[in-house]
């Protein structure tokens, strides 16, 4: 189904990579989610190179990759030990890791791009990349919550310029939602679909819009809960109790933020009640401020709204 059937083509080149199938991948950010993407095209067939600002992150980075792997091969390989071993030395050896971002580039077909959600952060990234990157490159945006068309707006390729937004945790979540804008080619838009599909996961096609599908739902009501609990009319506990029993949800919204993190919840809400001012559903979290002040993320610290041991 063309996607751009309303677009009228500008004069960008619809040159992209040869035959638009995406093998070579480049993540930049090794957090939670470009890890989670890093494993599933690594697991996949493709050659990824996951790029983060110290060694040592990238190590955490490797471990993580490692210890989900496990999980995945206790089942999937259950009464096959050593195939399950074969498996993940595989998946590890196609990924490399680097702090050099501009090296890592150079024979991308894709730059996906999973750093912190700050608009002014991923455009100083992009921009800088997109004099270093082959001019057929494709450049992805995995950002829950900002305007693709501003994070592409930083550089010269807005033909080649998407969203892939992927759910966490990665290896679990078969959704990605492809975001075209009002200048990403139907070429760009198609491979990465394809390149969606190539890695097992089920894609939706999005528009440029807050939220694009999950996240425009998803937000309000999880700000409803916070705002439930904050009135006093629910404990965190019971009202993911009630989700979780009474809508069939694998996680409820506190035990859910936690597990997103809290320093990324609180981008998406400073982000959209900027933008959007007098709307009362973004008003900020007196409650989600103080942990995130605290250091308080969630899992990834060890506690947000609830403790981990
Ligand atoms: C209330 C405050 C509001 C504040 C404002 C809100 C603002 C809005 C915030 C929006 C954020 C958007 C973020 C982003 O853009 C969009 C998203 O990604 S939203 C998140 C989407 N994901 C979910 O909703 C996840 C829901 N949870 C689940 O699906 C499951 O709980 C789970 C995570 C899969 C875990 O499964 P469980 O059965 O619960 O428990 P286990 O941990 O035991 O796992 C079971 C089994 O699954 C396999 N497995 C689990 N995790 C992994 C992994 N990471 N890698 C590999 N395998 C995994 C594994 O086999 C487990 O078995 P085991 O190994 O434990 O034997
Ligand atoms: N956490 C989620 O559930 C989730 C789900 C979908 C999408 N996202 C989006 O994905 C992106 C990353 O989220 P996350 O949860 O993985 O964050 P994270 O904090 O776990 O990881 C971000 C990583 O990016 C690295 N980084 C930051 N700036 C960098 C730079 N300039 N160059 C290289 N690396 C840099 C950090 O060191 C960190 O390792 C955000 O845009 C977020 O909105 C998050």
Redo the contacts with the bound molecule.
């Keep these: 189904m063309a996607f751009f059937t309303h677009q009228i083509r500008r004069g960008f080149s619809s040159s992209i990579i040869k035959n638009g199938v995406i093998k070579n991948v480049t993540i930049?950010?090794?957090?939670?989610?470009?890890a989670g993407i890093a494993q599933v095209a690594a697991s996949t067939g493709h050659t990824v190179t996951l790029?983060?600002?110290s060694e040592d992150?990238l190590k955490k980075s490797r471990k993580g990759i490692e210890g989900s792997l496990k999980r995945v091969v206790k089942k999937k390989f259950a009464d096959k030990p050593e195939a399950g071993e074969e498996f993940i030395q595989n998946v590890l050896q196609n990924v490399s890791i680097s702090t050099d971002?501009g090296a890592s580039v150079q024979a991308a077909d894709l730059l996906l791009e999973?750093?912190?959600?700050n608009l002014k952060?991923k455009q100083d990234?992009f921009g800088h990349l997109d004099e270093l990157a082959p001019a057929n490159t494709i450049f992805a945006s995995?950002?829950?919550?900002l305007p693709i068309t501003d994070i592409a707006g930083s550089t010269s390729r807005l033909d080649r310029f998407g969203g892939l937004?992927?759910?966490?945790p990665v290896p679990m979540m078969k959704l990605v939602e492809v975001v075209g804008t009002s200048t990403t080619s139907q070429e760009t838009f198609d491979s990465l679909l394809n390149f969606s599909k190539a890695l097992g996961k089920t894609p939706v096609s999005c528009k440029d819009t807050p939220g694009f599908i999950v996240n425009r739902l998803l937000v309000p009501y999880m700000m409803e809960a916070l705002r439930l609990h904050e009135r006093g009319h629910g404990s965190k506990e019971d009202i993911d109790i009630a989700m979780k029993l009474g809508a069939g949800y694998p996680m409820g919204p506190f035990e859910l933020c936690d597990y997103?993190?809290l320093?990324?919840v609180k981008f998406i809400i400073d982000g959209w009640s900027a933008k959007d001012p007098h709307n009362p559903l973004f008003a900020s979290s007196e409650l989600l401020n103080k942990l995130v002040a605290e250091g308080k993320y969630g899992k990834?610290t060890g506690e947000g709204f609830y403790k981990y041991k």
């Design positions: 930049i950010g090794g957090g939670q989610m470009g790029v983060d600002t992150i971002a999973a750093i912190v959600e952060v990234l995995n950002t829950s919550s937004h992927f759910f966490n997103v993190g320093d990324t990834k």
